[in-house]
């Protein structure tokens, strides 16, 4: 089975200020990692993932993450967020092959203040 | 815009009503999900449809029942529900056997 830690449940940041949210996971087997976001009253939107190869994965909105398999951990940074970015941001594990199974984090609330 | 669409956005219901939400998508995909996110829990995954057939049904009550008539639509049918129901009920969709799933933009459902 997979389970996946968010670290904090909620991250206060000042607008152009850098931002990291922290994610670990476990799984006895390989799993592909996603970070997925959810503006209010809206649904999930990817923003990037990793399958394999490059462990620095680039995704929208100037989002990246880091695939470290020895922390089991996938966290994702922004050197400088904006108003735009308050949004709840959440981790999800599926084990690679087969059909999707998404199992999520908790989520981090993101707030950007001016 | 999002290609999952989801209907109705906002449903209000009584505990003896039936009501269902629909799912459709456009974009090619022929595997769908229903996932439950309430307050301060994560997101849930309820059920899987592979290829219109039934792969996964997470110990969902017997209140929810889903349907998948083809790889375009999907279903949630609703009895008999209970206030603790009440959440955000998110459709996705992915090729079966791929690696992303895509969401749509989720139907608020209000039991009362």
């Known amino acids: 089975a997979q389970s996946v830690t968010q670290l904090d449940s909620q991250v206060p940041v000042f607008e152009e200020a850098p931002v990291e949210l922290r994610c670990n996971y476990s799984?006895?087997?390989?799993?592909?990692l996603f970070w997925y976001v959810q503006y209010p009253n809206q649904g999930l939107q990817l923003l990037l993932k990793y399958l394999s190869g490059s462990t620095l994965v680039k995704g929208i909105n100037g989002f990246e993450a880091e695939f470290n398999k020895s922390q089991t951990s996938f966290h994702l940074r922004k050197p400088s967020v904006h108003i735009s970015d308050t949004a709840e941001y959440f981790c999800?594990?599926?084990?690679?092959?087969?059909?999707?199974?998404?199992?999520f984090g908790a989520g981090t609330r993101l707030a950007v203040h001016p | 815009e999002t290609g999952v669409t989801q209907t109705p956005r906002h449903l209000v219901m009584g505990m003896t009503n039936k009501k269902s939400l629909k799912c459709e998508q456009h974009?090619?995909?022929?595997?769908m999900y229903w996932y439950k996110q309430s307050a301060k829990k994560p997101l849930e995954l309820m059920f899987v449809?592979?290829?219109?057939?039934?792969?996964e049904n997470n110990s969902v009550p017997s209140r929810f029942s889903p349907e998948c008539p083809n790889s375009s639509h999907l279903f949630l049918h609703l009895h008999t529900l209970q206030p603790e129901d009440s959440a955000l009920y998110l459709c996705a969709s992915s090729l079966a056997g791929g690696n992303t799933i895509y969401f749509g933009e989720g139907s608020w459902l209000t039991v009362v």
């Open positions: 799984s006895s087997v390989s799993v592909y």
């Open positions: 449809y592979s290829l219109e057939e039934r792969v």
């Open positions: 999800a594990v599926s084990p690679s092959g087969g059909y999707n199974k998404l199992i």
């Open positions: 974009l090619g995909h022929n595997a």
